[in-house]
């Protein structure tokens, strides 16, 4: 990011919230996400059931730490402070809330509100004997994930607060890695936004993509694996990427190594959404087709404009679905993940069932 300067370092002092882990819920390269609930804190109740996915009053959080061999790594220490402060920065119900990092005898981390609800890439496949299938939603189910995920974008792009640590104070923000495993979807059907690492200022050099696994290459656009300048029609090109996933059932951009991922990106065919999935509203077509095109200058400047085209594509073919209805998707479509989640909260010895060591903080 132009004129970015090392934030500050956290204080010695340790934090005062205390957490008891109850299990890993991702990993990534070089960090952990993990859930845990607020000490002292109890599920239960004398006299009424308790709700695993009441996050309110289980005082459920997840964390976000380094993994345990960059724990005193002044470089991923960085990297996550940055991170907390892009997320704690930004109130859209459409962004996954945060705190600024802490640092506690583990190191630093990050407290994130839970989301109980799978990630997007996970809602994108139906749990079957044995094995997870990639299948379309419906067009309704896919403008309500898509809108909300445009909302979350325009609130990151315009947030002042967000450039004024960084840089020079230039607008709009890029999220710069929007992939559906970095897209939460609740059980109350909400979609939100997490993993702020590759954020950056409008006109800023793209992150290294290829550094990435070839599953987040195929969202990147043209000109981030290009290396060049990032602006908002970057994330558009995800946000098609997306849109066009949901619609299809399938994998716009796949293959075996992230090198051949990439080349599909700048030059791959992109089969026609009428194709392969007849009638869908052709202004929804049209809409994606836009959001795809490789030449930045073409796409829809923003994610404001984009999500404009997408309700003036539906609003003479159905109604926006309330979020409710892509809940009973992630219900339907998640039924044994679920099941796993809502284990690791009421069953304490799921945290080492896991693999992660619960540790006593005095």
């Known amino acids: 990011m132009t004129g970015e300067s090392r934030a500050t370092p956290l204080e010695e002092a340790r934090a005062e919230r205390r957490y008891d882990v109850l299990g890993a819920l991702a990993a990534g390269r070089v960090s952990m996400v993990y859930l845990a609930r607020l000490r002292g804190a109890s599920n239960a109740s004398a006299n009424v059931a308790p709700n695993p996915f009441d996050t309110a009053a289980s005082n459920l959080v997840a964390l976000k730490r380094p993994q345990p061999g960059f724990a005193n790594d002044a470089d991923a220490g960085f990297a996550l402070t940055r991170e907390a402060r892009f997320a704690a920065r930004v109130a859209s119900p459409s962004i996954v809330r945060a705190r600024e990092a802490e640092i506690d005898d583990d190191g630093p981390y990050f407290e994130m509100e839970y989301v109980a609800g799978p990630s997007l890439a996970r809602l994108q496949h139906v749990e079957t004997v044995g094995a997870s299938v990639a299948t379309r939603v419906s067009a309704p189910v896919a403008v309500r994930i898509v809108t909300d995920i445009l909302e979350g974008l325009v609130a990151l792009a315009v947030n002042e ?23 939460l979807v609740g059980i109350d059907g909400r979609s939100k936004i997490s993993d702020f690492g590759c954020a950056r200022a409008s006109g800023a050099d793209a992150p290294p993509a290829l550094e990435a696994t070839g599953a987040s290459v195929g969202y990147s656009s043209p000109e981030a694996i290009r290396g060049e300048r990032l602006t908002p029609a970057s994330d558009v090109f995800a946000a098609g990427v997306i849109l066009w996933e949901l619609c299809a059932g399938r994998r716009l951009f796949a293959a075996p190594t992230p090198q051949m991922v990439a080349r599909q990106v700048l030059g791959g065919y992109i089969p026609d959404l009428r194709q392969i999935t007849p009638n869908l509203p052709p202004k929804l077509v049209a809409a994606c087709e836009r959001a795809l095109v490789r030449e930045k200058h073409l796409r829809f400047p923003s994610a404001a404009d984009l999500n404009d085209a997408l309700l003036d594509a539906i609003k003479d073919e159905f109604a926006m679905p309330r979020h409710t209805t892509v809940g009973i998707a992630v219900a339907q479509r998640c039924n044994a993940f679920l099941t796993q989640r809502e284990r690791m909260i009421e069953t304490p010895d799921s945290a080492l069932q896991s693999g992660v060591r619960t540790r006593d903080r005095t």
């Open 161 to 183: 607060s967000l450039a004024r640590p960084f840089d020079d104070g230039t607008l709009p923000i890029v999220h710069g890695d929007l992939s559906p495993a970095n897209i």
